[in-house]
């Protein structure tokens, strides 16, 4: 057994846990994988997919018991992330962001918002986490959406851009500022937006590098009134509910990167394996093999430190902001370093869109970009090093 196989077999799952994720596996092996390439061609949304996931019930195991979810540890939840992406990184990420986008709800909702809002994600629902604007990307405080309280109801202005699942959420959960209070960190209040609510528009989808089955949208609000019981928390309770949200969804966008990390890498040593060039195997040239030592190496440090933090947030940690950082960065670096040295060693054919190494590296890239590009996460780190 290698020794990545070896570390899979460690993860501290119950008996419940490691019967879904059978069944996870067997439905990212049969169905999702072989579909991944047609829907990259395509960039249609994979609805089939989604339909199965919900099939097996798999929003249930984020959502509380009184809300009709069935709640499984936060090391299942990221396994099941990185198994669906190995298969499908557009429907793994699409999955991943319904957890990103309700966790906040469950983690700061009343017991009256829980109770009404998370059944829609219980019965398949999916959502968006609306943070970034045209003109706030990296420093999402400077967000310009307004929240202007208007009786019952909280009137929404702005735009939002790149929203995962965008196009098709059932519940958005939305940053903006609050019209009442002056300084724009303190204003930033968190609103869930349900579906159809008037002034809401998906203005367009975009046409992506990769993850090209993903919806990202980008929204407009104009007069938008949404009841102020969807408000999370009180007005100016944002950035809080933000951060603590974010620290919670990078993981999970390691284990999306490490997902299509596994995938290059064993596509690659399947391939070194079969590939025979001046009448050996591919395997067998010693520079070949100094490559997939570094491969494999890093790739099950990485991972061990994605099951450290999860091991982390199961015990309730509160202070893992930095643990979650240096994963985000390595995983999302990793991802896009062996999805390239993938393609360098399936040569030519690398290139080709024959092999899924090549899409493999497009779906990669992202990874270093959102939730905070690697620059910011590199700053975090640095800075958390530096005395008070
Ligand atoms: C496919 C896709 C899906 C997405 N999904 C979502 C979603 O579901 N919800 C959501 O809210 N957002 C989403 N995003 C947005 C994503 O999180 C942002 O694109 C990301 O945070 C970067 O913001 P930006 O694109 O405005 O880049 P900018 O912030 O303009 O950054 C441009 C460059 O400058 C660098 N830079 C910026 N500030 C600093 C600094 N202080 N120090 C050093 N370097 C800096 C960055 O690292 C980057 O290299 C998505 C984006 C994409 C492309």
Not at 5 to 12: A, K, S
Not at 201 to 230: I, Y
Request: proline share 4%; with cysteine; charged share 25%.
């Amino acid at each position: 057994m290698n020794p990545l196989t070896r570390l899979d077999q460690t993860l501290p799952l119950n008996d419940e846990e490691r019967m879904l994720l059978d069944s996870v596996r067997a439905l990212a092996r049969e169905r999702i994988a072989p579909r991944a390439a047609g829907f990259d061609r395509s960039g249609e949304f994979p609805h089939e997919n989604v339909a199965a996931i919900n099939a097996l019930g798999l929003n249930a195991m984020f959502i509380p018991e009184d809300c009709g979810g069935a709640p499984m540890s936060y090391t299942a939840y990221l396994e099941c992330v990185r198994e669906l992406s190995r298969a499908c990184a557009s429907t793994g990420v699409i999955w991943a962001t319904n957890f990103h986008a309700i966790k906040p709800l469950i983690d700061f909702g009343s017991a009256e918002q829980k109770q009404r809002l998370l059944p829609v994600m219980v019965n398949g629902g999916l959502a968006s986490l609306t943070i970034t604007e045209p003109s706030a990307g990296s420093d999402a405080t400077g967000m310009k959406t307004a929240f202007t309280p208007d009786g019952d109801h909280v009137v929404v202005d702005g735009s939002k851009i790149f929203i995962t699942n965008g196009a098709h959420a059932d519940l958005y959960l939305v940053f903006g500022k609050w019209s009442e209070i002056d300084d724009g960190k303190a204003a930033i209040s968190a609103l869930v937006i349900e579906k159809g609510t008037p002034g809401l528009t998906v203005v367009r989808e975009e046409n992506k590098m990769g993850l090209r089955a993903s919806s990202t949208a980008a929204l407009a609000f104009d007069r938008c009134r949404v009841p102020r019981a969807n408000l999370l928390g009180a007005p100016g309770d944002g950035l809080r509910i933000l951060l603590a949200s974010l620290n919670k969804s990078r993981p999970s966008v390691a284990a999306h990167a490490l997902g299509i990390a596994r995938a290059a890498f064993e596509d690659a040593v399947q391939y070194i394996n079969d590939r025979r060039q001046s009448g050996r195997r591919i395997v067998e040239f010693q520079g070949i093999q100094f490559m997939l030592a570094d491969m494999a190496t890093d790739l099950a440090l990485c991972e061990r430190w994605l099951w450290h933090v999860a091991t982390m947030v199961d015990h309730d940690a509160t202070d893992f902001g930095i643990e979650a950082s240096m994963l985000k960065l390595r995983a999302s670096d990793l991802a896009m370093r062996i999805t390239t040295d993938a393609v360098q060693l399936f040569g030519g054919y690398g290139y080709i869109s024959d092999y899924r190494v090549e899409r493999l590296m497009r779906d990669a890239k992202i990874t270093q970009i959102w939730e905070g590009t690697n620059q910011i996460h590199r700053q975090l780190i640095g800075r958390s090093f530096m005395r008070k």
